[in-house]
């Protein structure tokens, strides 16, 4: 009989099909360490859309389609909505985050907090701040273009931390932007399905002492562990004292406290209240960042995709600055914002669920403790609901009579319990930041020496989060006289 037969006790059924894995290192070698959504979805190709493997003796499935992740995530989800054990958590001083916690009552106060603040009437409150944000992202690449990531960083970073912690970033060098990217950087490292699956096999790795030769992943588990805890105080007492003295605009921080059920715990509302701020900070700024940045990539690559959508915006508001208001007679703009969130996933296999039980789907026996993980690349890469997939083509978005289809792809902020609560936030920051940046600049490719334009030379990252490192990029203004000082009275103006 064979091996995947017997190894499924509970049931006369086969787990899914997968690749043949060795009996200690599981499907290792198949795998392309640094971005198993490509080995995931080549293993689709012949083998359907549920997919079972082994890993370092763990369990997993991944869920190819967005059909299956459906049924499974959302339709199933009071078995499919824990997160995996990690011994690695606490090591890196990452038990806070609110995106890793079992699903337990704690979880769910966390999630109640973030669903307060950011649900979609809530988010609403919020655009005054992105709109504003979005012309200080203008205003910084027009004075240093050739730093345009830094100020999408800068933009990404300030944008949540004016709204969780009422906290006005400086453009330049604040301490607690620096403190906080410099803990998500850590965290990122060590959260990489390379290090933790790693960690995971070999704990041992974190326990050996700091001198020892060899030891970097417990030195940089320490180095995480302070950060965090900078991270996660700092900039939660700088708003708990603003929003106690009634100094505070409108945040998550000082809502939350206004809202504060007093029959409740008061202590263990503000535990939480401090985890899933940090946890904003942690989930919502390198996706959106990454997100923006893939933006950049494809105008780049598609010039004539770029001109359309500038176009648009020009017959619809001329040479003011786009307001939310306009959103809805932008459709050109709205597709180029959905095409970017499916052309290149940023976070491609979203953050893995668990089951909490066993289950079966078409036949097959999906076990109690695997994880779960959602290949939202994959579902990116659907020929049949998305012709020539590697193409930037936002025209996939229209029907026949020029009216935008129904799909708004919300694959990317996964499914079901888990999906992402920032996710209406988080298309608003995007909206505002990509339609501001086509009103004002144009992106071209990168120049060679005699002058002629060359595709840009550049790496993905590799990790959790996959986007464009070090994008080389020409980034100019659209009108020749627009200044900075030009752009400063638009903005003035239109204040
Ligand atoms: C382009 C931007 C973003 C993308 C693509 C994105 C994507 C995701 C994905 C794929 C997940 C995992 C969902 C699942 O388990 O099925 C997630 C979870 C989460 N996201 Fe986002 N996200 C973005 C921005 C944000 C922002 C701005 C915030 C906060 C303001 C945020 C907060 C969270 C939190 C707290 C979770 C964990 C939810 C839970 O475990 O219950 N995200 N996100």
């Not at 990217?181 to 965290?187: D, L, Q, R, S, T």
């Not at 809805?328 to 669920?353: I, K, N």
């Not at 997939?389 to 499914?415: C, H, I, S, Y």
């Not at 990252?461 to 659209?478: A, D, Q």
Request: with cysteine; proline share 7%; aromatic share 10%.
């Amino acid at each position: 009989m064979p091996r995947r037969y017997l190894s499924c006790f509970s049931s006369n059924l086969s787990f899914p099909p997968g690749p043949k894995g060795l009996p200690v290192l599981g499907n290792l070698l198949d795998l392309n360490g640094s971005q198993p959504w490509i080995s995931f979805t080549q293993w689709a190709s012949t083998r359907g859309d549920v997919i079972y493997c082994r890993l370092f003796g763990r369990q997993i499935i991944v869920l190819q389609s967005q059909e299956v992740a459906k049924a499974l995530l959302e339709h199933r989800s009071s078995i499919y909505s824990d997160r995996p054990p990690l011994s690695t958590i606490k090591a890196i001083g990452s038990e806070f985050n609110s995106a890793q916690l079992r699903y337990s009552d704690e979880w769910r106060l966390h999630r109640r907090i973030f669903h307060q603040s950011f649900r979609p009437e809530a988010a609403k409150d919020y655009l005054p701040l992105q709109l504003r944000k979005a012309r200080q992202l203008l205003q910084g690449i027009i004075e240093s273009p050739e730093r345009y990531q830094r100020h999408i960083e800068l933009f990404a970073s300030s944008v949540i931390m004016s709204a969780v912690y009422d906290y006005e970033a400086k453009l330049n060098d604040d301490p607690l932007l620096l403190t906080a990217e410099k803990a998500i950087k850590v965290f990122l490292e060590m959260a990489s399905p390379k290090t933790s699956a790693i960690l995971e096999t070999f704990p041992f790795l974190l326990r050996l002492p700091s001198w020892f030769p060899g030891a970097s992943f417990k030195r940089l588990a320490i180095q995480s562990q302070k950060n965090a805890a900078a991270m996660v105080n700092i900039p939660f007492h700088y708003a708990r004292e603003r929003a106690m003295t009634a100094t505070s605009n409108q945040c998550m921080i000082s809502e939350s406290f206004k809202r504060l059920d007093t029959r409740g715990n008061a202590d263990e509302f503000e535990l939480a209240l401090k985890s899933s701020s940090a946890t904003a900070f942690i989930a919502g700024v390198e996706t959106t960042a990454s997100t923006i940045t893939v933006f950049v990539l494809a105008m780049m690559l598609y010039p004539d995709v770029q001109k359309r959508a500038q176009d648009e915006i020009d017959a619809v508001i001329g040479d003011q600055l786009p307001t939310f208001e306009d959103r809805s007679s932008l459709p050109y703009v709205e597709a180029v914002l959905r095409e970017t969130l499916r052309w290149h996933p940023v976070f491609p296999l979203g953050l893995p669920h668990y089951t909490t039980d066993s289950d079966v789907y078409n036949g097959h026996h999906i076990p109690k403790d695997a994880i779960v993980m959602a290949n939202i690349w994959a579902m990116s890469k659907d020929e049949l609901q998305y012709p020539n997939p590697d193409d930037f083509k936002p025209e996939r978005f229209f029907m026949a009579d020029g009216q935008l289809n129904d799909d708004t792809v919300d694959f990317p902020f996964g499914f079901g319990r888990r999906v992402c609560v920032g996710k209406y936030f988080a298309d608003a920051s995007l909206w505002i930041s990509i339609a501001s940046l086509l009103a004002v600049f144009r992106f071209m490719k990168p120049l060679d020496n005699e002058g002629k334009e060359i595709d840009p030379i550049f790496q993905w990252s590799t990790g959790l989060i996959s986007h464009p490192e070090s994008l080389p990029c020409r980034v100019n203004p659209r009108h020749p006289d627009m200044t900075a000082h030009k752009l400063a009275d638009l903005i003035d103006l239109s204040a």
